[in-house]
């Protein structure tokens, strides 16, 4: 694993060590999570305002739940879900 050294200010390194020595685990790992956790967060923000900039133009939004209405047929082609 590699090693890199970040700056960050002395209360965000003791927020990370109190959720560390909270869930009995490393800062490192408290800090993976994190990031992930914002990397999740920016990707759902983003498809949300692709949505919102979709629903705006009438036209595209119909567009949109025309196609969706034809996927929502394809699901009635007799067969068991099972």
């Not at 994190?34 to 759902?44: L, P």
């Amino acid at each position: 694993m590699e090693n890199s050294n970040i700056r960050i200010s002395r209360q965000s390194k003791a927020t990370l060590r109190e959720f560390a020595d909270h869930d009995d685990s490393s800062i490192r790992k408290v800090l993976d999570e994190a990031v992930e956790q914002y990397r999740r967060n920016r990707c759902f923000q983003e498809l949300n305002e692709g949505y919102a900039r979709l629903q705006a133009d009438p036209k595209a939004w119909q567009e949109e739940l025309d196609e969706r209405q034809l996927w929502d047929t394809a699901m009635a082609d007799g067969l068991d879900s099972e």
